[in-house]
């Protein structure tokens, strides 16, 4: 499930994360701390909509997030959002889990990639098989919030 160049672009352009604090992956410059990543607070944002990067029916998507909700229970997940328009999806930010946890949980979604974070810095975690693949970034705040 290695994504296209395309896709890793979409990945790279999108924003994560709550409504009104939504972050982009920078891999410039140090980031800002939105308020659900204070310092030192480990985080993912996981989505089960549209595995493998191909679109799903909104009810196939739905059904999918409803079981990955009820599976991440424990760690209190924030409702969030990835990406814009068409490929605008529900996600949850779940804070105190390991990357592995979250690599897991992407899996188990079929996603090619989930975002984890310590603070301020970000990876996405590319989920090939058994194996992943980081790459590193730093949070940015989104300047609309939306």
Same mark, same amino acid.
């Given at each position: 499930?290695?994504?296209?160049?395309?896709?890793?672009?979409?990945?790279?352009?999108?924003?994560?994360?709550p409504?009104?604090?939504?972050?982009?992956?920078?891999?410039?410059?140090?980031?800002?701390?939105?308020?659900?990543?204070?310092?030192?607070?480990?985080?993912?944002?996981?989505?089960?909509?549209?595995?493998?990067?191909?679109?799903?029916?909104?009810?196939?998507?739905?059904?999918? #997030?409803? &079981?990955?909700?009820?599976? @991440?229970? /424990?760690? !209190?997940? %924030?409702?969030?959002?990835? $990406?814009?328009?068409?490929?605008?999806?529900?996600?949850?930010?779940?804070?105190?889990?390991?990357?592995?946890?979250?690599?897991?949980?992407?899996?188990?979604?079929? #996603?090619? &990639?989930v975002?984890?974070? @310590?603070? /301020?810095? !970000?990876? %996405?975690?590319?989920?090939? $098989?058994?194996?992943?693949?980081?790459?590193?970034?730093?949070?940015?705040?989104?300047?609309?919030?939306?």
């Amino acid at each position: 499930m290695r994504p296209d160049a395309q896709q890793r672009r979409a990945f790279l352009a999108a924003a994560y994360g709550p409504l009104g604090q939504r972050v982009s992956l920078d891999g410039e410059s140090a980031g800002v701390w939105p308020t659900w990543a204070t310092p030192g607070t480990r985080w993912a944002i996981v989505t089960a909509w549209n595995p493998a990067g191909r679109r799903q029916s909104n009810r196939a998507n739905e059904t999918a #997030q409803a &079981a990955l909700r009820r599976q @991440v229970a /424990r760690w !209190a997940p %924030l409702p969030g959002v990835n $990406g814009e328009g068409p490929w605008r999806e529900p996600s949850v930010v779940l804070r105190g889990l390991s990357v592995r946890e979250a690599a897991a949980l992407g899996r188990a979604a079929r #996603q090619l &990639a989930v975002v984890y974070g @310590v603070g /301020r810095r !970000a990876a %996405l975690v590319w989920l090939d $098989g058994d194996q992943v693949r980081v790459e590193r970034a730093w949070t940015q705040l989104e300047a609309t919030g939306a």
